[in-house]
């Protein structure tokens, strides 16, 4: 369990002398039991097929594993594969921690403390652990910034706490804790110049800090921030700029988003954390900077980013052409935790709207429905050239999507001083102790096929807090934070909220509904939010959607595919003022509310090239 202090005060040195301004702190995933029809099959999937299939990969098909085992055994062999695959292993024992929290399986359990025995065996008595350099020239570590050595540590950090959680087991903390001390006496102690090339170990550490209170790992923490904006050259790799690693200039100074996606998303990650955490208001008013440039200029319709693959993220702005997308899956996934801490650190809902575009249209994409093949790049449009593989050279994004998936429960819940958040509607019970009062909570609902929620609110006895229920944007006509999308014609909408039947008073702000009274054992809160099909259509400057609209309903946004369609999704126009319908669907194993409507279907002849 992470240990969450309210009104912690940091008593550092300098500018680390602050108070924790975070506006609550998550519900972990650990204490939320998940019963909804939408998201258990798909945890259930996680921890059934997909890790399975990571283990699979990881162990057996590729030299991952097998790695450690060389350095353990002293064999004297080689290293294997790419420099940052240990980042997969404990990707892969990331998410095998969360998915043992709630499908205990002893076979999995057994394979991950069979991993982490060989992990612990091969690191170094000073802490180091990195089996490329390892097999290959340890005289070289910490030489070359590119190398996602504590990229590598980070997620090595982010898996043990994870698996601490998830079983008690300490092993690999205990590995992960030597680690980050050696890179802290590396470099920090020794006010040694080095940056993250691959941005993790930020938000790692902060996680570090929440579980051990050891300031040592903040301090870590915001001295990886501060090492940048010096504009580091890389001779060796020319294609590498300062940009690609939001290097241009100091973090609090950044305004723009820049260089590679995923790097981009973990380093705003551990910004926020950092700032939520110290107070430092040059680190929030960046992330507002950045976070705008983002959401405003360079977001997908579907919550991705990063539109080209030359870099694997972000090129200039309004640069989002549709079938050339990257929209890497990991970016997506980056997506959903950086706007996670963005709302913890600010309390405004836009950021929970963005998540949720992300979660469900950019990142869940990214799994098959039988669990075990994926996509890397997700093009928002496609001629059939795409298909979701079994595995990637580079397999980040596997691992990725079966840890968001399998800690879905952490974005569920928030916790304040003396208030209850609710930001996504997901069926689901957890028990949150206020004060002196444990009060018990019972979500139901059909979401996202449909918007009636009910929440049981139980407290073992009266007490007086806030409920903030969050109101999506997308039922108050908001296509988008921004104006980068917006609904046409769009038919406001009423929600309706009624505490044991009775419409209670409820105050908005920054796009909650915020419930204060004393509650009481029993109470049922009843929240309805009307779902109709809406048509989104794009700025002007985004011209790769000229004369297109896409449709979207409650928080899911439609694809047209050819299966559907007669194997033709492409030669077709709907009117604007086109009618749209709902029925119930069931695509393979899944339930899902389709929409139809009636298109004009032009025919191409390929012998003159004419069109009827």
Not at 49 to 56: F, G, R, S, W
Not at 191 to 220: P, Q, V
Not at 358 to 377: E, K, P, Q, T, V
Not at 380 to 386: E, K, M, P, V
Request: proline share 3%.
């Amino acid at each position: 369990m992470k240990k969450r202090i309210a009104l912690l005060i940091i008593l550092f040195a300098g500018k680390l002398s602050a108070q924790s301004i975070q506006k609550y702190w998550p519900v972990n995933f650990s204490k939320v039991a998940i019963t909804d029809a939408f998201w258990k099959p798909k945890l259930q999937l996680v921890a059934t097929q997909t890790l399975k299939a990571c283990i699979y990969q990881t162990e057996i098909n590729t030299p991952r594993i097998r790695n450690f085992l060389k350095i353990a055994n002293k064999t004297g062999e080689k290293h294997e594969g790419i420099y940052y695959d240990d980042s997969d292993v404990y990707k892969a024992l990331e998410a095998i921690g969360y998915s043992l929290k709630t499908n205990r399986d002893s076979s999995i359990e057994n394979t991950a403390d069979r991993w982490i025995d060989v992990i612990a065996a091969a690191q170094m008595p000073d802490g180091y652990l990195n089996t490329y350099f390892q097999l290959k020239d340890i005289s070289k570590r910490w030489t070359d910034i590119e190398k996602h050595e504590d990229y590598c540590a980070g997620h090595l950090i982010e898996a043990a706490i994870a698996y601490y959680n998830a079983t008690g087991k300490r092993k690999l903390l205990d590995v992960a804790i030597r680690f980050a001390n050696h890179i802290d006496s590396t470099f920090r102690m020794q006010n040694k110049y080095w940056f993250s090339g691959h941005e993790e170990i930020e938000l790692a550490l902060m996680k570090l800090y929440h579980l051990t209170n050891n300031d040592r790992y903040l301090k870590l923490a915001d001295w990886y921030l501060s090492q940048r904006g010096k504009q580091y050259r890389d001779n060796q790799r020319t294609w590498i700029t300062p940009e690609y690693w939001q290097d241009l200039v100091p973090v609090k100074e950044q305004k723009e988003i820049t260089g590679h996606a995923v790097r981009a998303m973990y380093l705003y990650s551990g910004t926020a954390d950092v700032a939520a955490t110290t107070g430092d208001s040059d680190y929030v008013n960046a992330m507002k900077n950045v976070w705008e440039d983002v959401v405003y200029r360079n977001m997908y319709i579907n919550g991705g980013i990063g539109s080209t693959g030359d870099n694997e993220g972000f090129s200039k702005d309004y640069d989002l052409p549709n079938e050339q997308a990257y929209c890497e899956t990991c970016a997506s996934v980056g997506m959903v935790f950086w706007n996670s801490r963005m709302n913890q650190l600010i309390g405004d809902s836009k950021y929970i709207d963005v998540l949720e575009r992300s979660l469900y249209n950019g990142a869940l994409d990214g799994l098959s429905i039988s669990g075990d093949r994926f996509f890397y790049d997700n093009p928002l449009a496609s001629s059939g050239q795409h298909q979701r593989k079994a595995w990637f050279g580079t397999a980040c994004c596997p691992s990725n999507i079966s840890r968001l998936v399998a800690s879905v429960g952490d974005y569920i819940y928030g916790q304040g001083t003396k208030s209850i958040w609710v930001n996504l509607f997901i069926a689901s019970n957890t028990t949150i102790q206020l004060a002196q009062t444990p009060v018990e909570i019972a979500m139901e609902t059909n979401y996202p096929w449909n918007g009636n929620i009910k929440i049981k609110i139980d407290p073992i006895k009266k007490a007086t807090f806030d409920l903030y229920l969050r109101i999506p944007g997308w039922v108050q006509g908001n296509a988008s934070p921004g104006d980068l999308y917006h609904f046409i014609d769009f038919t406001p909408l009423t929600i309706t909220v009624k505490i044991n039947g009775i419409n209670v008073p409820a105050k908005k702000e920054n796009g909650y509904l915020i419930i204060n009274r004393e509650w009481n054992k029993g109470d049922v809160l009843e929240y309805y939010l009307p779902m109709q099909v809406n048509k989104i259509t794009s700025k002007r400057e985004l011209n790769y959607n000229g004369d297109r609209f896409a449709i979207q309903r409650g928080p899911i946004l439609y694809c047209v595919e050819g299966t559907d369609n007669y194997n033709n999704a492409w030669n077709f126009f709907i009117p604007e003022k086109n009618n749209f319908q709902t029925k119930p669907f069931k695509i393979l194993t899944e339930n899902v509310i389709a929409i139809e409507t009636d298109a004009n279907v032009v025919e191409v002849n390929t012998e003159n090239q004419s069109v009827q």
